[in-house]
């Protein structure tokens, strides 16, 4: 009861209840085959050897286990050891004695018990006593002053340790959260690609438009071209006949006027000069 | 008339950069350029051409026949549309794309079960505060140290101590 009620420690490690009948195999292998040379070596000590040899082929392929091993996972361990009084004798020894002795009970079986082995003599107080008590007195006191120090030390590296774990771990999870939306931003990018095929289709479609337009503007300017053209040349023509014309006929005209009629023409523009003149001098 | 008007889709272009990924910018920007230059090409031409005084001409015009002649042969002309080679292609285009896009979406889900995967593996994990060593490896399987390749401790080569 004393080792079953401390606290579930220390359960034994996981592989050899688990995954390794082998590894178990040889662990009970040794262990009975050191149980049976210690036997053979207390009752028949001439014939170890051929114990041996026997016991060794009689007893290799027996499992120690013989119900189902339970594959559930362990609890946690525990952060603090059992409560202990004085760096020695555990609680649970003084929670064992309360019910018949109350609470001095244990102290005064640890002070009879002491003082029975002094007195008896059963622990010898000589040098070695003295040594002891130094000694112990300089360790408790190193502990005492500095333990709770080290201890932090202690418990700084393994918290840095997995602090660098710890890190590693949510890098992972974070860089894989960051790929997952990576990937379906993705994914919508590429539901875009119609916008793509549409530009293409319409750029075709504007250029095919274009063409069409163009055509019928350079049948159209054509024709008109043609037509000015021929507009263009009649009243060319017209103007230049008009011109010729209106030339002949001054030129004939110039030419009939025959040097008689310039005199007469003359003498009659000097009269009326003089009379207009007369009428503006009387008039002034 | 019948094919001519190939319909003109109006395009959502902010939509459309939106979805543009960084390395394909420049190529976008060329297209939106050259669709650009194509729709104000487009609208700067009339729609149909200014239609010819026939009867200005026919009275000015002193050549018998001619104007006749060429109203006739005006209003006979049929101006051949531009055939279409290339929305054929276009589309071909497409189909492929929409092939290839459905394998990329697919590889695409298989990765991201994968990675949900993983993530669901690590959101599980127990804390290390309570890991044995052979938990850590289990859950890590790369840091185990290879025992049969590398026989002498510390199991590793020294370079990656």
Redesign the interface.
């Known amino acids: 009861m004393l080792g079953g009620t401390s606290g579930g420690y220390l359960v034994p ?3 050899s209840e688990q995954g390794s009948p082998n590894s178990s195999y040889i662990a009970e292998n040794v262990l009975e085959l050191h149980l049976r040379v210690f036997v053979c070596c207390l009752f028949c000590k001439k014939l170890n050897g051929i114990f041996l040899i026997i016991y060794s082929i009689l007893h290799t392929k027996r499992a120690l286990h013989a119900s189902q091993q339970c594959l559930a ?1 362990l609890p ?2 525990p952060e603090k050891g059992g409560e202990v009084r004085y760096g020695l004798i555990p609680e649970e020894f003084f929670q064992f004695l309360y019910p018949k002795t109350g609470v001095t009970g244990p102290y005064m079986l640890g002070t009879g018990l002491l003082l029975y082995f002094l007195s008896k003599e059963i622990y010898v107080v000589n040098h070695e006593t003295v040594a002891a008590a130094c000694i112990l007195s300089v360790l408790i006191y190193g502990v005492k002053k500095y333990g709770s120090k080290v201890a932090a030390f202690a418990d700084k590296l393994n918290e840095e340790k ?1 602090a660098t ?2 890190a590693v ?1 949510n890098d ?2 974070k860089g ?2 960051t ?2 939306e990576q ?2 931003k ?32 350079t ?3 054509e ?2 071209k ?2 000015d053209y ?2 263009a040349m ?1 009243h060319l023509k017209r103007q230049k006949e008009q011109d010729h014309m209106i030339q002949w006929v001054e030129k004939n005209v110039v030419q009939s006027i025959t040097p008689q009629q310039q005199k007469e023409s003359i003498a009659k523009c000097i009269l009326d000069l003089k009379a207009l003149s007369k009428s503006a001098q009387m008039t002034v | 008339m019948a094919g001519r008007r190939a319909a003109i889709k109006a395009i959502d272009w902010a939509a459309f950069s939106e979805r543009v990924p960084s390395n394909q910018r420049a190529m976008f920007n060329a297209l939106k350029t050259r669709s650009d230059a194509l729709s104000a090409r487009l609208a700067s031409l009339p729609e149909k051409p200014p239609t010819i005084d026939w009867a200005y001409y026919k009275a000015t015009v002193a050549k018998a026949g001619m104007v006749d002649e060429f109203q006739k042969k005006f209003s006979a002309l049929k101006v051949p549309e531009p055939v279409d080679t290339q929305t054929a292609k276009v589309d071909a285009q497409e189909q492929e794309a929409t092939k290839s896009t459905a394998e990329y979406v697919q590889a695409s889900k298989a990765r991201i079960a994968q990675y949900e995967q993983e993530l669901q593996k690590l959101r599980s994990m127990i804390p290390f505060e309570q890991m044995t060593l052979e938990d850590l490896h289990e859950a890590f399987p790369e840091t185990k140290l290879d025992k049969e390749k590398y026989p002498y401790w510390p199991h590793k080569p020294i370079a990656d101590l």
């Open positions: 490690p996981p592989s996972p946690p361990l997995v774990a710890l771990k992972a999870i894989l959260e790929a997952i990937e379906k993705e994914q919508w990018r590429v539901e875009g690609r119609s916008y793509l095929f549409d530009a293409k289709r319409n750029n075709i479609a504007m250029l095919l438009e274009a063409n069409y337009r163009e055509r019928l503007l049948v159209y300017n024709v008109k043609r037509l021929q507009v009649q």
